[in-house]
């Protein structure tokens, strides 16, 4: 499987850089970077437009 259809799994925030991506290639663009349980959305910073990925916390008992 190619690094373009493979899903990329993170730990943590990770913040990819979209300013330049079309925006009908967002949605694959979220596809590619999801990861179970997060939310992903999409950041403005510095004129920069970001997508951000956050796992779910989990509260331990």
Known sequence: MSSRT?????????RVDVTDCAATRIPDRIAA??????EVYLERRG?????VTET??????
């Open 6 to 14: 493979r899903s990329t799994r993170f730990v943590g925030t990770t």
């Open 33 to 38: 970077n999801a990861v179970a349980d997060a």
């Open 47 to 51: 004129g920069r437009t970001y997508l």
């Open 56 to 61: 779910a916390r989990i509260d331990a008992h």
